[in-house]
């Protein structure tokens, strides 16, 4: 056998961090609740350091999707390989520590703590669990990824507000504050600009720009501009399955996603 043929039967636990290797992988994924079929035998790759959205109807499973992805839900079949190594029905702060963070649909903050301790507590759970007698240059070092994530969404001058202050669109952001926090190498926002006004979206745009420089991101979002804008490759569920898969451009002129989602 030649060595590229060598290479290309590697498991994929060994492809673990290589470049070209998707950073995620699912494989026959399904979810039953009951007699609903939520996700059927998804199939589905996310490449290293790219925007990647799915996008579909209201009950397409798209967070059913994330909260497998994130330990939330055990799928009933299939699996999930991050990073080289399989994560199919970890619980979510294992999964967490492997390096998978994400904010949720509806803002799920610590609202009587401040900005501050809210990114905080998430630096800290990632490295040192909830270990109180962490030396001292730990603590200041959890301090500082706490700051930097503040200051990549922009709140670092709200550090000792109430969460329960913000506006609406400054709690949406602090929640990909929470997330960058525990430095995942995969993000996957569920909905980022859903209930912002056009200003905190554009805004908020531009903030997953910045972001995306430095880490892979998978993103749920009902705005097609914001998608268009952003993504490098979309995916389209629809009732469970993949209904189409490609470029921004591809999935615009693809007439079963006009159909299905993009009617005007
Ligand atoms: N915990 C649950 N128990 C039972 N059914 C569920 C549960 N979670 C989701 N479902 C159902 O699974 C299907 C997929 O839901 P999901 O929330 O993943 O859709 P979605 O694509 O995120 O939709 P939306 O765009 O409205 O957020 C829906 O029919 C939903 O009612
Ligand atoms: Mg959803």
Redo the contacts with the bound molecule.
């Keep these: 056998m030649s060595a590229a043929a060598s290479l290309d039967a590697r498991s994929p636990v060994t492809d673990r961090g290589a470049a070209s290797a998707p950073i995620l992988k699912t494989e026959l994924l399904s ?1 039953r ?2 007699g ?1 079929s ?1 996700l059927s035998e998804v199939n589905f790759e996310v490449a290293r350091d790219k925007v990647h959205a799915i996008i ?10 994330f ?1 497998c992805l994130t330990g939330v ?1 055990r799928p009933s079949g299939g699996r999930i390989v991050f990073d080289g190594e399989e994560i199919t029905g970890l619980r979510s702060n294992e999964i967490s520590q492997r390096g998978i963070a994400r904010s949720y ?1 509806i803002t799920n903050i610590l609202p009587n703590a401040t900005v501050f301790e809210n990114v905080r507590i998430a630096a800290q759970s990632r490295r040192h669990g909830w270990n109180m007698f962490a030396h001292h240059s730990a603590l200041a070092d959890i301090n500082r990824k706490a700051e930097a994530a503040l200051d990549a969404v922009g709140l670092l001058g709200k550090a000792e507000e109430l969460a329960a202050n913000l506006s609406h669109g400054e709690q949406r952001n602090l929640e990909i504050g929470i997330a960058l926090a525990t430095e995942p190498k995969l993000l996957c926002l ?2 980022p600009t859903a209930g912002m006004s056009q200003a905190e979206t554009d805004a908020t745009k531009e903030l997953i720009k910045r972001i995306a420089e430095n880490l892979t991101i998978l993103i ?1 979002e ?1 705005d097609m501009q914001v998608v268009m804008e952003l993504c490098d490759r979309i995916t389209v ?1 629809n009732y ?1 399955s993949i209904l189409a898969e490609g470029s921004p451009a591809e999935i615009r002129e693809n007439p079963r996603v006009l159909e299905v989602y993009l009617k005007t």
């Design positions: 979810v609740f009951g609903l939520a579909g109807p209201n009950g397409a499973g798209k967070s059913t999707f909260n839900l649909q569920d909905e749920v009902h569920l469970g």
